[in-house]
Nanobody, 128 residues
C-alpha cells in the first residue's frame, strides 16, 4: 500500500522556520519524484518544490526560491522541506505527493496532475 505521511507543520511567526517531512512507503522511492504542494483557504493548489531522489534534481516555485530547500534521505525514504524566512502568505495546508519520474521524461515538473499519490496535509500557519 502506497503511503505518504506529511508532518512538521505548526504555528510560527513571520521570519521563522519550519521543516516538513514526507515519509514514503509502499513503492520504489528512487523511481518517483516527490513534490510539495500547498493550498491556502480560498486559493488554488500551488506547486512549491519537488525532487528526484534518483538524480538529485530539484525544482522550486519562484515564490519560495531562496527561502525553501528540499532534500531527500533515500535511506529513510523521506523528503524534507526546510522553510526559512516564512511569510504570512506561506500559510497553507502543505501536501506531499509522488509522481513516476519516467512519466515526466526524467524532467522535474510541479504540475499536480502528474502526481499519482498524495499524503494527508500538514497545516503551516505563519503569523505576522
Amino acid at each position: 500500500e502506497v503511503q505518504l505521511q506529511a508532518s512538521g507543520g505548526g504555528l510560527v511567526q513571520a521570519g521563522g522556520s519550519l521543516r516538513l517531512s514526507c515519509a514514503a512507503s509502499g513503492f520504489t522511492f528512487d523511481d518517483y519524484a516527490i513534490g510539495w504542494f500547498r493550498q491556502a483557504p480560498g486559493k488554488e493548489r500551488e506547486g512549491v518544490s519537488c525532487i528526484s531522489s534518483s538524480d538529485g534534481s530539484t525544482y522550486y516555485a519562484d515564490s519560495v526560491k531562496g527561502r525553501f530547500t528540499i532534500s531527500s534521505d533515500n535511506a529513510k525514504n523521506t523528503v524534507y522541506l526546510q522553510m526559512n524566512s516564512l511569510k504570512p502568505e506561506d500559510t497553507a495546508v502543505y501536501y506531499c505527493a509522488a509522481a513516476r519520474y519516467y512519466k515526466m521524461g526524467y524532467v522535474l515538473r510541479i504540475d499536480w496532475s502528474e502526481y499519482d499519490y498524495w499524503g494527508q496535509g500538514t497545516l503551516v500557519t505563519v503569523s505576522s
